[in-house]
DNA sequence: GTGGTCTAGACCACG
DNA sequence: GTGGTCTAGACCACC
């Protein structure tokens, strides 16, 4: 995969950097259900930043579903949930509406919205099953 | 407009929850370009909250494009843009893309997406052009 | 209330002493529901300890139903539950059991666990009701 | 006795887990003081597990005092002692204390608790005595 | 060799 | 003024 790439002066959070950037991955395919991440000290030299920082990343992306976390088979790529409840879905759907607000008011033709979300939603479908 | 309602114990924060609900009336057409809002003393007052928070709302709603805030007249929805950036696109896009990412892996089936990003354009669309 | 005792040498840590303390006090019932705890900054800098290291006693304590914590009030003390899932209450009973087997395994007899525990009731009987 | 068993992907440590396992049914008397327990290499291949995690188990519960281990007649259940320092029940009670507030503020009435730990004695007063 | 704990300090969010 | 975040370093638990 992609190299990650860190900007410690950004306002996002290192962590939040790494989650996206492994969350990117997972969803576009590029990391397939079962494939094992490198070992959080591994990323933690790579990128030159704190094992906590990188620990976090994985954990939150556990927390999403994303990964599976192991003590001692460390991390792999989760396959999909097959369902959910309103209630974990509600605050998702609502950043939903929340982007598409935003990308509107910002100038985003609604026309042009939807090829948008046509393309992200191809890169979606794109992805294997586990 | 629905009143809004605040829960003062909630994790989000009361500002947020008070630019939420305004947002969603503004991109839903609820609230239409040039309609003028309460001051914020009023709306404070009403929410039993302090001034500086609605203050801070009102004003991560302009900074977002959502309102027109002018010393004497005080708040008035704004137009939707006409054009943006890349710049300023970007972070909007990449927001939208973690929304869908972690619908998709919390178990939401790419064609139910579909139809929950349909539901979400037509209410967008159903807004009134300033 | 007696003032906290810090070792910072032993072996429990030091986050865990604190709560451990402050549970008993409320428990006992020398801590009363509704009462305010001290800020976590107030008690790091009694104790000499990082501001975090109190922070972390007091979630604790919050996930253990004995605060209530809000960011702007601060602790207080919180009303003991009045009915519980099995779930939550499995893991407490399983180390109810494991503290009575290692008690008799040490040399206590039975009758003497029985006035034990006893005095341990009256001390949380004696708790007045939130 | 019942055969132990064993979950890797619980939070539980797996060395925790055989030693809880085996100290209920020591205290419940299933396993009476003087009998032989498995040798560590034939529990840790009944389990797949290594053979360190079972030695681990063993060596803690020999610590607790639930098990005497020689080397060359392997381990035994030991007979309860008859007596002990109030350094070393301090910590046990402190435990038990703990437990006993935590059930209480989870909802368990006073009433209830009492009948918890009635069933709990029994069950340990069941035990043959060495 | 894996992930996790514990404490820390600087800084931030919130009202 | 409140609690909380973010990153860090040393150390620990586990197998």
């Known amino acids: ?5 860190i900007d410690p002066a950004a306002h996002e959070p290192v962590y939040g950097q790494i989650a996206r950037q492994l969350r990117e991955a997972i969803a576009s395919g590029t990391l ?7 070992a959080v000290r591994t990323v933690a030299g790579d990128l030159g930043v704190n094992l906590n920082t990188v620990a976090r990343a994985y954990r939150q992306l556990q927390d ?3 990964l599976e976390i192991t003590e001692r088979a460390g991390a792999r790529v989760a396959a999909p949930s097959e369902g959910s409840s ?17 990308l509107r008011q910002a100038g985003v033709p609604v026309p042009d919205l939807k090829k948008m979300l046509e393309a992200e939603l191809a890169a979606l479908g794109g992805r294997r099953r586990g």
Chains 1, 2, 3, 4 share one sequence.
């Open 1 to 5: 995969m992609q190299a990650l790439v």
């Open 32 to 38: 397939a259900p079962g494939r094992a991440l490198p």
């Open 64 to 66: 999403e579903g994303f």
């Open 86 to 102: 309103r209630e974990r879905l509600d605050p998702l759907r609502r950043d939903l509406r929340t982007a598409l607000a935003r």
